[in-house]
């Protein structure tokens, strides 16, 4: 499939897939070879390697995920986090300075907070809802901004539009973190984003059987995160390119149904008694629900909600529950569950996470695709 008037869905099942089909194979075979027969190739580069990630589960992969976002290139890595680490040391050097969102994914904050001094590079933090403030931390070293689509847990959603335009504004490279919305629901090129990166990991794949990660955008970027990939080593497997390859076909329909279930779940969290809060873009009470229907296609799968009670019955209702799973990570076809002050950000300092507004007892949700009347059945007989 070579242009697309196509629709996400069926870009999503055949663009990027090999012209002829291997052995009219309908599936993608697995290509379980490190290295391939020399054909005459100049470079280092230009050698078929799995480390180089140019084989043929690599480029079909490549193929379809920039399709799926309407963008120039795409590289899938060994991780997300490959994916953040090799971008960023992709376009920072010694010396450069980055702008990022104060409420990124605890792994990437770490990387800028805890690798960065040892790399020469410096990181300044800003409150992503107040372009205004932006300006007073540029500086002449300032490379990047780097932001999220929504955060974690709290699902709030930065002015991205602004990030974007601020970068252009300023001759900064743009990232954003797609993962949590997934090219279903937004996708970042077409809002004048330089890169965007997955955490494959999650929606894309969506089984929560492998690790993956994706760089999205501008050709020359995504080809200079590539070369960076070489040199550090996180390319993706074969067996998990297959995997990943073989997720992403069902992606659209798994994302539709998780943001149809997510909404009714958040409607009825919201009318339930016990609940104090809940935090879900596509409820009329979310802060910025406005921005969200007029950037997303869709609301997302995450929800976060708070108690009238105390932790203790936070936990009561992380025991109770009989779908969800107890578990971090997200964006399977299983419903997880967790309170993130004890897993995703039980490393913070609980006066940082109370500063964010990341309560003790606050819960979050990634919903799966069981049927929506049986999750909320589950949450009423946990809540009761
Ligand atoms: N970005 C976001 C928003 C995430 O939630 C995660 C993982 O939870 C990552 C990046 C890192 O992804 P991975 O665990 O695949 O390395």
Redesign the pocket.
């Known amino acids: 499939m070579a242009r697309s008037p196509f629709g996400l869905d069926t870009k999503l099942v055949h663009a990027g897939e090999p012209e002829p089909r291997i052995e009219g194979a309908v599936g993608m075979p697995i290509f379980q070879s490190s290295t391939y027969e020399y054909a005459g190739a100049t470079s280092y580069h230009d050698l078929k390697y799995i480390r180089l990630s140019n084989t043929p589960n690599h480029r079909v992969l490549h193929a379809k995920l920039a399709a799926l976002e309407n963008a120039e290139a795409a590289l899938v890595t060994a ?4 994916a ?1 680490s090799t971008t960023l040391l992709t376009v920072l050097r010694a010396g450069d300075h980055l702008l990022a969102q104060n409420c990124l ?1 605890g ?2 904050h770490d990387f800028v907070t805890r690798d960065f001094p040892a790399l020469g590079l410096t990181v300044d933090f800003v409150d992503g809802d107040r372009p205004e403030t932006w300006k007073a931390k540029l500086r002449p070293e300032t490379k990047a901004i780097y932001v ?1 689509t929504m955060s ?1 847990p709290l699902l709030e959603i930065a002015d991205l539009e602004a990030a974007a335009r601020f970068a252009r504004e300023h001759g900064l490279v743009s990232i954003i ?1 797609n ?2 919305a997934s090219p279903v629901n937004f996708r970042p090129p077409e809002h004048g984003f330089d890169l965007s990166i997955h ?4 929606y894309m794949n969506g089984h929560d059987d492998i ?3 994706a760089v999205i955008g501008r050709r020359a970027l995504v080809e200079a995160a590539n070369l960076k990939l070489g040199h550090l080593g996180g390319a993706l497997d074969p067996h998990a390119a297959f995997l990943l390859h073989r997720g992403m076909k069902t992606l659209g329909v798994r994302v539709r149904q998780q943001n149809a279930s997510a909404l009714a779940i958040a409607r009825f969290l919201e009318g339930h008694p016990s609940v104090a809060q809940v935090r879900y873009p596509g409820l009329e009470s979310h802060p910025r629900h406005e921005r969200a229907r007029r950037l997303f296609e869709g609301f997302g799968g995450m929800l976060a909600f708070e108690l009238r009670g105390d932790v203790a019955a936070a936990d009561r209702v992380l025991e109770r529950v009989e779908l969800p799973i107890s578990a971090p ?2 964006g399977g076809v299983e419903s997880l569950i967790t309170r993130p002050a004890t897993t995703s950000h039980s490393g913070m300092a609980p006066e940082d996470r109370r500063r964010l507004g990341i309560a003790d007892g606050l819960i979050r949700l990634s919903v799966g695709i069981e049927s929506t009347a049986d999750l909320i059945a589950d949450l009423e007989q946990a809540l009761g």
């Open positions: 991780s997300g986090m490959a953040v994914y792994g990437t999220e974690n973190d993962t949590f955490s494959c990991t999650k690790v993956a990660g990570s997200l």
